[in-house]
C-alpha cells in the first residue's frame, strides 16, 4: 500500500536573517509562517486519511459518527518540527472504528512523526478528561481536524461544563501540579540552559493560564503576556530547526546559532529576551494564581449545598499607609491618594512590601499613569520610601517585579536599563543582574541591625553591581554609577561618599579573606587603608561591607557562600575593626540656638509647624516616651527626634532645674495629618498632667485589627561603651511600628532612668535610635547588672 507523507513544507528555509529589527521581524514572520503552513497542510492530509474509503467502496467519504480531533500544540497551531502531535479518534460507538483508526495512525507512524493518540467516544473522553489532569488541559483546547461537527461540538461543550463545574477542586490540583513543576524545572528567567517549555514562565504557563480562564475565575492572558508566549515559542521552534532534535532545553553550544536564525545579535541578546518574555509570563500568572487561590478557598469556607456566594464575607478597605488601602488582599490606591505626590509610587509600594501583600494590577497601571515622579534629587520622602521598600526583605521583591513590569524603576534608577535582564554566564551565579541586586537587597534587610545606617546597607545592596552594565572592572564603574544615583537620590554628600567607597570595595572583604594571609598585618592594613577613604566614618564603612558580603554571597548562591567563607570574612572585619577602634566618640546633641529661644518664651512652649513639632518644658522623668505617645494618639509617625537637656535657662528658675527640648519630624501613618491646634492642645494637657496618654493608647490599641506583616530581623539593644562621661548610652536598632518611642522610654523610664539627650532617625522601615540616660541622681549606670537590666527591660518591650 502506498502511504501518504507529511507536508515537508515547514522544511523550507527562506533567506538569511537580514539582521537588526528589520531582519529579527521578518526571521520570526518567517517562522510564524513556516508553522501556520504545516498546520494547514497536516490537516489536509489527515482529513484525507479519515476520508480514504477501503478497497471496493464507493468515492472516498468522511464516515459518519466519526470525528478527528487534534489536541495539544497541532490545536493551537504551533506544532514546532520537532513537536508531538496529539489526536483523538472521536466516534458514537462505532463498532468497526478500528480499521478507520488504522488507517490514519499508521501512515503517521510510517511519515516518522511522533503520535499520542487515543480513540474514544463523548463519555469515554469526558470520563478521561475528569480523572487524568494532562488529558482535561488537552482536551480543553481540542479542535477539530476532520469528521462529524457536531460530534467535536458536544465534546467540547461537555468537557467545558465538567471543568466549571469541578472548578474549585480542579483548579487547586492544577496549582498543586504547577508548583511542583516549577520545583522541578526552576525559573526560566534565570536559567542558563532553560527548558522553554516546563520552567517557571515558559510555555506551559500560558497554556494553563488558558486552561483557568476556560473556568471563568480569571480572566486570559492578556497582550503582553501573549506576546511573551508567541517569541518563545519561536525561540522553540528556531531550537527545534538548529538541532534537528526535539528538544525543549536550550543548552549554551546552542544558543548562539538560535539567536542568529532569529536574527539577534548574539546569546546574550537571546538570553534577556528570554528573560524578558518569562518574567512577562510569571508576572501574569501570578496575579491569575492569586485569584485562584482566592477562589478555591472561598469555596471551601461555603457551606455545603449553599448558593454560590454567601460564603464571601463583606469587602473592607484597611489603610495599610499613606495613599494605600488593603483590598481583598491586595494593595491599591486610597481614593484619596494623591497622584500628584512625587513619593507616592514608591510609598504604595513600601506599603504592599511591609504588609507582604501584593500591588494591585490596576494600581500598578495606574501609578505607571498617571502618578508623579519624584525629581532631582529626590524628596527626603521618596528616598525614605524606597528604603522602607528595600527594608521588606524577600516580601520587597514581588513588589518590585510589578514596578518593574510596568517599566516604573527604569523611570525612577536610569541606570537600571543596563542590568536589566543582563544575563551571567557564570555558573556560581542563580539569577540575572538586576534580580541579584534585588535578591542582595533583600537578604541585606536581615541584616540591618548590624549597621548604624540601614539605608545605606539597602541601597548600597541594590547597586552593589551596578557597573555590570558599563564596560571595564564593574567595581570601579559601578562606584561611578553609584555615586551619581545617591546624588539623584537626595543623599547628603558624605553619605554619597559612603555609598560609592562600599560599590567600589564590595568584594574587598570575601576577596581578600579567601586570598590573603589574615594573620599577616598587612592583609588588615589593606582593609583599613580602603575604609578611610571617607574620614570619620571608617568603622561605619567596615561594618557595612561585612553586612554586604554575607547579603551578596547568599544571593550569589550556595557556590559561592558557606560557613567557611562566611568564617573567614567575619574574622578579617573583627579585625579590621579591632585596628580602627580608639577613635574619638561623638559628641551628645547639644541645644540649638531656636531651641533655647523657645525655652525664654515660655516655661512649657509647644511649636507645632507642619511636620515639625518642638516642645520645650522643665524636664521631668517621662518627657520623652509621654510626648512620643501623644504623637501615636494622633496616628503620627516620628521619622526624627532629637531631646537636649541643658540647664534651665530661665532667670526665676533654680540653678540645678533642667530645661528640656524635644523636636520631633512626624507624619501621619496615613491620610491628612491632624489638626494642629488640637495636637497642640493634647500636647499642652499631657505637660500639665491631665492627659493619660498610657490609657488612651491602650484603648486605641484595643481597637485596631493589626496585620501580620513581613518578618522582621529581632530588635537589637546595645549599650555604647565610652560613648559618654557623663550619661549611659543605649542604641536600639529595630523596625518601626506605630509607638515604638513610646515603648522603648516607658521601658527606660521604668528602669529608673531619664533621657538627659536622644537622637532618633527612622531610615525606611528601620529605626536606629540613640539615648543618653542617667539615673536618679543624674548618674551614668556603671554597674554590669543594672546595665543588663536595661538591655534586657527594652528587648523586653520590642517584642
Not at 199 to 222: E, F, I, N, Q, Y
Not at 405 to 428: F, T
Not at 531 to 549: C, I, K, Q, T
Request: net charge neutral; glycine share 8%.
Amino acid at each position: 500500500m502506498t502511504l501518504a507523507h507529511p507536508p515537508a513544507g515547514d522544511r523550507a528555509q527562506g533567506p538569511a536573517p537580514a539582521g537588526g529589527a528589520a531582519g529579527q521581524e521578518a526571521a520570526r514572520a518567517a517562522l510564524a509562517t513556516a508553522r501556520a503552513a504545516r498546520a494547514a497542510a497536516l490537516d489536509r492530509w489527515l482529513a484525507s486519511l479519515l476520508a480514504t474509503a477501503p478497497p471496493h467502496t464507493p468515492p472516498p467519504h468522511e464516515p459518519e459518527g466519526v470525528a478527528l480531533v487534534a489536541v495539544g500544540s497541532h490545536a493551537r497551531r504551533e506544532l514546532t518540527p520537532g513537536g508531538d502531535l496529539d489526536l483523538v479518534l472521536l466516534h458514537r460507538g462505532l463498532s468497526g472504528v478500528a480499521a478507520i483508526a488504522d488507517r490514519v495512525w499508521y501512515p503517521v507512524w510510517d511519515s516518522g512523526l511522533r503520535l499520542d493518540h487515543s480513540v474514544r467516544t463523548v463519555a469515554e473522553a469526558r470520563t478521561v478528561a475528569r480523572g487524568d489532569m494532562k488529558a482535561a488541559l488537552g482536551l480543553l483546547s481540542a479542535r477539530r481536524v476532520a469528521g462529524d461537527h457536531a460530534l467535536v461540538d458536544e465534546l467540547r461543550a461537555a468537557v467545558l461544563a465538567d471543568w466549571r463545574a469541578d472548578a474549585p477542586v480542579r483548579l487547586a490540583e492544577l496549582s498543586q501540579m504547577c508548583r511542583e513543576r516549577w520545583e522541578a524545572q526552576g525559573e526560566l528567567a534565570f536559567l542558563l540552559e532553560p527548558d522553554l517549555k516546563e520552567a517557571r514562565g515558559g510555555l506551559r504557563d500560558v497554556h494553563v493560564m488558558h486552561a483557568v480562564a476556560a473556568s471563568w475565575v480569571a480572566s486570559a492572558p492578556d497582550a503582553r503576556v501573549r506576546a511573551a508566549h508567541d517569541l518563545l515559542l519561536d525561540i522553540r521552534h528556531a531550537l527545534h530547526e538548529v538541532t534537528g532534535r526535539s528538544t525543549d532545553r536550550l543548552v549554551l553550544q546552542e544558543q548562539a546559532a538560535v539567536a542568529r536564525t532569529l536574527g539577534l545579535l548574539d546569546a546574550d541578546v537571546l538570553q534577556r529576551s528570554i528573560a524578558e518574555a518569562a518574567r512577562t509570563i510569571t508576572y501574569g500568572a501570578s496575579h491569575l494564581w492569586r485569584r485562584v487561590d482566592n477562589f478555591t478557598r472561598a469555596a471551601h469556607r461555603q457551606p455545603p449545598g449553599a448558593p454560590k456566594g454567601t460564603g464571601r464575607r463583606g469587602v473592607e478597605r484597611r489603610p495599610v499607609g499613606d495613599g494605600a488601602v488593603e483590598h481583598e488582599g491586595e494593595v491599591v490606591l486610597a481614593r484619596n491618594a494623591d497622584l500628584s505626590d512625587p513619593a507616592l509610587v514608591l510609598r504604595v509600594a513600601a506599603a504592599a512590601a511591609q504588609t507582604g501583600l501584593p500591588l494591585g494590577p490596576a494600581t500598578v497601571a495606574r501609578l505607571a499613569e498617571r502618578a508623579a515622579l519624584p525629581r532631582v534629587p529626590w524628596p527626603a520622602e521618596a528616598r525614605d520610601a524606597l528604603v522602607s521598600l528595600l527594608g521588606a526583605g524577600p516580601a520587597a521583591i514581588a513588589v518590585w517585579e510589578a514596578l518593574d513590569q510596568a517599566g516604573l524603576v527604569v523611570r525612577l534608577l536610569p541606570d537600571w536599563e543596563r542590568v536589566r535582564n543582563r544575563p551571567q554566564r557564570n555558573p556560581v551565579h542563580r539569577f540575572t543582574v538586576d534580580r541579584h541586586l534585588v535578591e542582595t537587597a533583600a537578604g541585606a534587610a536581615a541584616l540591618t541591625r548590624d549597621v548604624a545606617r540601614p539605608d545605606l546597607l539597602l541601597v548600597g545592596a541594590l547597586l552593589h553591581d551596578i557597573g555590570k552594565g558599563w564596560p571595564g572592572d564593574h567595581s570601579t564603574s559601578g562606584a561611578v554609577v553609584a555615586r551619581d544615583i545617591g546624588a539623584r537620590l537626595g543623599f547628603p554628600e558624605e553619605d554619597v561618599r559612603v555609598l560609592e567607597t562600599v560599590v567600589r570595595h564590595h568584594l574587598l572583604l570575601p576577596e581578600t579573606a579567601t586570598r590573603r594571609d589574615i594573620d599577616d598585618p598587612v592583609t588588615v592594613q589593606k582593609v583599613t587603608a580602603a575604609v578611610s577613604e571617607v574620614p570619620g566614618r571608617e568603622r561605619e564603612v567596615l561594618d557595612l561591607l561585612a553586612a554586604l558580603a554575607v547579603a551578596d554571597g547568599g544571593a550569589t548562591g550556595p557556590a559561592a557562600w558557606g560557613g567557611w567563607k562566611a568564617g573567614l570574612v567575619a574574622e578579617l572585619a573583627r579585625r579590621a575593626g579591632a585596628a580602627l577602634s580608639g577613635g574619638t566618640p561623638p559628641p551628645a546633641p547639644a541645644l540649638a540656638s531656636d531651641h533655647l529661644a523657645l525655652a525664654r518664651h515660655d516655661g512649657a512652649a509647644v511649636r507645632v509647624a507642619g511636620s515639625r513639632i518642638t516642645i520645650a518644658a522643665p524636664d521631668r522623668p517621662g518627657l520623652l516616651w509621654r510626648a512620643a505617645g501623644v504623637l501615636a494618639l494622633h496616628r503620627l509617625a516620628v521619622k526624627t527626634a532629637r531631646v537636649v537637656s541643658s540647664p534651665s535657662v530661665s532667670g526665676e528658675a533654680a540653678p540645678s532645674a533642667q530645661t528640656a527640648v524635644l523636636d520631633f519630624t512626624a507624619v501621619p501613618e496615613y491620610g491628612t495629618p491632624p489638626d494642629p491646634a488640637g495636637l497642640e492642645a493634647d500636647l499642652r494637657r499631657m505637660l500639665a498632667g491631665r492627659l493619660d496618654v498610657a490609657e488612651r493608647l491602650e484603648r486605641r490599641a484595643r481597637s485596631v485589627r493589626v496585620r501580620p506583616g513581613t518578618a522582621a530581623p529581632p530588635p537589637r539593644v546595645m549599650i555604647v561603651d565610652d560613648a559618654s562621661r557623663t550619661a549611659t548610652v543605649v542604641e536600639v536598632r529595630a523596625h518601626d511600628r506605630p509607638g515604638l518611642l513610646w515603648r522603648v522610654g516607658q521601658a527606660l523610664g521604668s528602669c529608673g532612668l531619664q533621657v538627659r539627650a536622644a537622637q532618633v532617625d527612622t531610615l525606611g522601615a528601620e529605626a536606629v535610635d540613640v539615648f543618653y540616660v542617667v539615673d536618679a541622681q543624674g548618674r551614668p549606670l556603671d554597674d554590669s547588672g543594672a546595665l543588663d537590666a536595661v538591655r534586657d527591660r527594652v528587648l523586653e518591650t520590642l517584642h
